[in-house]
């Protein structure tokens, strides 16, 4: 059942910030490891696009009701459907669909659950819908499991991770919640005084403190390993995402995040940890 008051808050915000600014991307890849919460998230944001209440979305209006009960024409979702992958013949009728225009809307929503299990050959075929669609279109990929959609996929795409309720508590408890492995978990060791460094780092930044080029390098010197790579960067994430709870601080979580999905593109990149981190301290000095 689709609730779109039962979505993620944190990148809610962002998403209707690009709404309001027209800089909505025209591919997003949301990552969580509860895919209800992305699939709500997705429908939100075709409701924002479409809902003709005031206080947008609503869900309560004509639009927003079809939208969530699946019966609306510029609205199309690909399903597993008791499968277990997602077939080429399920993405054919999408690049058929690029062809037509709106029904009732400016601009129409792909949303394509469980991406990970699309087959080589239907991965494939979406690639052509995530090039610089010709149709006014929005595609939105929904996985849990980021490691299993291809690069080329990946780099086509605006990436969203998903905290889950559990994760919200940046503890080393819920780790597995938030996309990491036991073995990953077991590797980290202890993280008091790494999270202490990442917390500096974090506020440095936002005060604009040029210490924050100095505490890059320490911390890029203190991240040897992948695991430890990979939550600095989650629990950079996490700060800010407490920061959008607390309205002096909204604004400086909404930047913040917003470098660190820059960040998580440059990663796909190969761009080195040391110089991700040099980014996110420069940022603070535009």
């Known amino acids: 059942m689709i609730d779109i008051k ?25 990552v969580a490891n509860d895919q209800t919460i992305a699939i709500n998230t997705a429908f939100w944001l075709a409701c924002l696009y479409n809902c003709q209440g005031e206080n947008k979305p609503d869900g309560t209006c004509q639009n927003c009701q079809q939208i969530l009960s699946g019966n609306h024409p510029d609205v199309l979702t690909v399903q597993l ?20 225009s709106p029904v009732e809307s400016q601009i129409r929503f792909f949303i394509i659950e469980q991406a990970q299990t699309l087959t080589l050959s239907a991965a494939n075929a ?30 086509r795409t605006q ?3 998903f905290a889950s309720e559990a994760s919200l508590s940046g503890s080393k408890d819920s780790l597995l919640d938030s996309g990491f492995s036991a073995d990953e978990i077991d590797n980290l060791g202890d993280l008091t005084k790494l999270n202490q460094s990442i917390k500096y780092f974090y506020e440095e930044i936002c005060e604009q403190n040029d210490l924050a080029i100095v505490s890059a390098y320490k911390l890029a010197s203190q991240s040897q390993s992948p695991e430890l790579r990979k939550y600095i960067l989650f629990r950079l994430k996490y700060l800010a995402e407490q920061d959008l709870h607390h309205d002096d601080k909204r604004i400086t979580g909404m930047h913040m995040l917003k470098y660190l999905m820059d ?22 000095k535009r």
């Open 6 to 30: 039962k979505i993620d808050q944190a990148q809610a915000e962002i998403l209707k910030r690009a709404y309001s600014n027209k800089q909505l991307a025209h591919s997003f890849l949301f």
């Open 81 to 100: 459907d008791d499968r277990q992958s997602l077939s080429i013949d399920q993405i054919r009728p999408l690049k058929e669909e690029l062809a037509k």
């Open 126 to 155: 979406l690639l052509n819908l995530l090039e610089e669609p010709i149709a006014p279109v929005v595609t939105i990929l929904i996985t849990n499991n980021l490691d299993q959609i291809l690069p080329t996929i990946r780099s």
């Open 159 to 161: 990436i969203f991770k």
């Open 263 to 284: 960040v998580d593109k440059m990663n796909l990149s190969n761009v080195s940890f040391k110089n991700l981190l040099m980014y996110l301290a420069l940022q603070g």
